[in-house]
């Protein structure tokens, strides 16, 4: 008798502390995820409104939850501090039309589904919430995804999704790297290629 009180009395410590421990977690950013995806989705999913009105809608929604100079200077690098004031200008207009896009592609997938937050931790100035996308009424579907925030003057702001491991981030720089390796640094060329794909 005396080692199954001990068992039950280790198992609520073991539950206890679990509990403590996931509400001591950023419930303010969980929060902001699951809005966001919830609202995205919705967005993507609404046929009741045309696409014009589906792309307005969903890129509102992007803009204000978005740190979009700090995402466009970090896929650019150097190229950024080289760049002329002309050349920043154009190239920031080009990339919010073409990262809005790509947003779109990675979510219009998943309409229909809905997004659990499973947990969240802090990375240095980021938090990162996790979560899974899940069909309703079935587990065969769960893609893992990791959101990294950044929580600036009591503004929330998405820095980075990772898909399945995936960082669209670090992948939009790595692709942006090897188009001026391969042009000559010529930004004004991967500004022409950015407004090209988002047409």
Do not use: C
């Not at 950023?26 to 792309?55: G, K, M």
């Not at 920043?88 to 896009?101: G, H, P, Q, R, T």
């Not at 670090?170 to 500004?191: G, H, M, P, T, V």
């Amino acid at each position: 008798m005396t080692k199954i009180r001990l068992h039950i009395y280790l198992l609520l410590l073991f539950w206890s502390f679990n509990f403590t421990a996931h509400s001591s977690n950023f419930l303010e950013e969980e929060n902001f995820v699951t809005s966001f995806a919830d609202s995205a989705i919705s967005i993507l999913s609404n046929d009741t409104i045309s696409d014009p009105e589906r792309t307005s809608s969903f890129t509102e929604l992007v803009m204000s939850s978005i740190d979009l100079n700090l995402i466009s200077k970090f896929v650019l690098s150097k190229a950024w501090k080289n760049a002329s004031d002309e050349q920043k200008e154009n190239y920031l207009i080009a990339f919010k039309d073409y990262f809005v896009s790509s947003y779109a592609n990675k979510l219009d997938q998943y309409t229909g589904e809905k997004v659990d937050v499973i947990g969240s931790q802090e990375a240095g100035k980021y938090v990162i919430v996790e979560s899974n996308i899940v069909r309703e009424g079935t587990d065969t579907l769960k893609i893992n995804l990791k959101w990294r925030l950044l929580n600036k003057n009591n503004q929330i702001k998405i820095i980075d999704l990772n898909i399945e491991g995936i960082s669209l981030v670090i992948a939009q720089r790595e692709e942006f790297q090897s188009f001026l390796a391969n042009n000559d640094y010529d930004l004004d060329k991967l500004i022409e290629k950015i407004v090209s794909v988002s047409d």
